[in-house]
């Protein structure tokens, strides 16, 4: 029996019109990015213009800035702390907190953001730190740490461990072990966890906005003050850029993903 | 020793530096929502004094107990704005989950039934907007549904509308985005269970003459409850304390219990009445986060 052939009408029907939805909308944005015309709405022919008007734009460019170094530092840590969590959890059998451990762990990835972001300022507050680039990043590595150790521990859990068996019987220490088989093997999943980590730092407007100072704002929280203001075209072109950096992001990921890891497990980002 | 055991303890030794993180940025930081939430709005005026000045001593930090009231949470049943947003904010969580899983399920059942190669390009297909900004895609969105946005110049055109209607800031235009927004996270889960149904559960129920409908609702369904339970709370906790979709999407009418708690944290400026509302909004969320821990942890942890 074909495959195909158990695709009823219904399944096609509502996988186009459900990915049509996902979709559309994203697609409409990026092609009014390109509008020449000052009014939104109306089409006035394909032009850069708006893109120009960003690069232009002092302030948004600073909060660009802002966003990357938040992201990619952030991201590292997360890589870091989030792999050692994972690692604990599928390698470190039981022990004492492990319940506490993998709730801390679990918890944020479903916390409303309002909660986190205001927990996190009170702490900040308390501990009377200057708050900007650094009490932004901590929020964020706290956060996408979370996220890194789910991706990283499904990896570890489908993995074979004869193969860290293997290693050990034939005379390497765990440490070597580790090194030598599990790492490689978990590779494109902290990969995947790093980039999952920087686009979530990168598009985090709630935390963010509760854990920054004043003077030091991200690229979300100036979108969003210009979005309340209404649609504007320069805003199009910004979006536009950071789903286009997005993209290049994801296809990067999986080609990670599948240059390094063709032994047959699925390697979805995520 | 096996050589399996000879791991555990290093292991175990990776757990301290994430530990001591969360312990201090994700646990701690609760605490001090909890002082806050106690104590008098008068003095909590930011600039805000340290709560726990540690250098003081016990005295100090038994006259600071000794200050602690209730106020805030008297003020938060008293006053009906608070409570209507609450019940506004389940409702809200209450509707949109359905409608979520009314649409999620039938899109990831259909994966699920793709030929092998094409599963793993809509997963792909799925995935990318769960990695693009929530506040791009609600944005996309208000440039649709504006007053001569592009949906109202579909209608004119089509003749279905003598005038242009209103879309944003009403319960509908929010409904949308949060349906929009959530629905990777519905169709993911579900997904990832009804790809590992053996196809040879339903054809045994065929032989044994159940009709493909009556299969569906005896033999699948019931075999996709534990994605259909991490699809719901994917969705339904977060949803909750929502804060950007209602904030540009809805009507400034009623608010949900995140705009409520991010007025009266940066407009207001009243950060005990704030985090008084973030003790009752994480009160409100301990059950499905607990339910969603051990579903989590099951999943995860299942294949040691």
Known sequence: MAASSRLSRFNIASLALGLAFLYLPIVILVVYSFNASRLVTVWGGWSLHWYGE????????????????????????????????????????????????????YAPLVMPEVITGLSLLLLFVALDAARGFWTVTIAHTSLTL????????????????????????????????????????????IAAGWMLAFTLSLDDLVIASFTTGPGSATLPIRIYSEVRLGVQPEINAICTLVIGLIAVVIVVASLVSKLTASRGESAAPL | ??????????????????????????????????????SQTAIAQPPYLPVFDLTAGAGAIKAAFAALSLDNFRLLVSDDLYIFSYLRSLVVALVST???????????????????????????????PFWTSFLIRIYAWINILQHD?????????????????????????????????YLPFMILPL???????????????????AEPRSAFWLVTFPLSLPGVAAGVLLCFIPIV????????????????????????????????????????????????????????????????
Request: aromatic fraction near 10%.
């Open chain 1, 54 to 105: 960003f690069f232009r734009d002092e302030a948004m460019l600073e909060a660009a800035s802002m966003s990357f170094r938040v992201a990619a530092t952030s991201a590292t840590l997360a890589t870091l702390l989030g792999t050692l969590a994972a690692i604990a959890l599928s390698r470190g059998e039981r022990f004492k907190g492990r319940t506490l451990f993998s709730g801390m762990l």
């Open chain 1, 146 to 189: 979370c996220f890194v150790a789910v991706v990283v521990q499904s990896r570890l859990g489908s993995l074979d461990r004869s193969l860290e068996e293997a290693a050990m019987d034939l005379g390497c220490d765990p440490a070597r072990a580790f090194v030598a088989v599990t790492l490689p093997l978990i590779a494109p999943a």
């Open chain 2, 1 to 38: 020793m096996s050589a399996r055991a000879i791991f555990t303890r290093p292991a175990r030794l990776a757990a301290i530096a994430p530990y001591v993180w969360m312990a201090l940025f994700f646990l701690v930081p609760f605490g001090f929502v909890l002082k806050i939430a106690l």
């Open chain 2, 98 to 128: 359905s409608i979520l899983l009314l649409i999620g399920y039938p899109i990831a059942y259909g994966m699920a039934r793709l030929p092998q190669r094409w599963q793993a390009i809509a997963m792909m297909l799925v995935i990318i």
């Open chain 2, 149 to 181: 946005g592009l949906l109202n110049r579909i209608l004119l055109a089509l003749h279905l509308v003598a005038s242009p209607l209103v879309w944003l800031s009403t319960d509908s235009a929010m409904y949308l985005g949060i349906v929009y927004s």
């Open chain 2, 191 to 209: 997904y990832a269970v009804l790809a590992k149904m053996d196809p040879a559960l339903l054809e045994a129920a065929g032989d044994l003459g």
């Open chain 2, 241 to 304: 304390g929502e804060f950007v979709i209602p904030d540009l999407l809805a009507g400034s009418d009623s608010l949900m219990i995140g705009q409520t708690l991010w007025l009266e944290f940066f407009t207001n400026k009243d950060w005990p009445v704030a985090s008084a509302a973030a003790v009752v909004l994480l009160a409100l969320l301990v059950a499905p986060l607990v339910f969603y821990d051990r579903l989590q942890r099951r999943q995860l942890e299942s294949n040691h």
